[in-house]
């Protein structure tokens, strides 16, 4: 009885700390997510947008024309580091998902999480919307429906 209590304990700690999406990822460090963390929430400081669509504009592969949405769960450390936690990948563009995944770990320009006047780290979920040749991006909440769907 007492192995199956340290079980069932072990089990809730890891269940707690699962990344969102199934395609995860072991390089991000923070145990568990905190989505939206802090009195000021985690933000990119220099146009996000525009950094990830020129990313994917000049990465070595292109994409097709194509609809669909692509989810990353990013964790952002208190040094303003990003870190991709897991992804949902709504559409089959593998090269286009490695070239973004690679651009977000590496932005080293984020505005951290604050809370009570101290950076934390904090966990958000941009998701990126491909409509034909152009892509959308937008933070979305945990509970979102649209995350949740599939």
């Not at 669509?53 to 990003?82: L, P």
Request: glycine share 6%.
């Amino acid at each position: 009885m007492k192995y199956l209590c340290l079980l069932f304990i072990l089990f809730a700690i890891n269940a707690n700390a699962q990344p969102l999406f199934k395609e995860k990822y072991k390089d991000c460090t923070l145990e568990k997510p905190c989505y939206y963390c802090g009195d000021a929430i985690a933000s990119y400081k220099k146009g996000l947008s525009e950094r990830l669509q020129r990313s994917i504009n000049n990465g070595q592969h292109k994409w097709v024309g194509t609809n669909g949405n692509m989810y990353f769960e990013i964790e952002v450390d208190s040094t303003g580091h990003s870190c991709v936690r897991s992804i949902k990948d709504e559409i089959p563009m593998w090269d286009v998902k490695n070239v973004l995944t690679t651009s977000i770990n590496n932005l080293y320009d984020w505005q951290p999480a604050i809370l009570d006047g101290h950076p934390i780290n904090s966990t958000l979920i941009l998701r990126i919307h491909f409509l034909g040749y152009r892509a959308s991006f937008t933070f979305l909440p945990p509970d979102d429906p649209s995350i949740l769907r599939h």
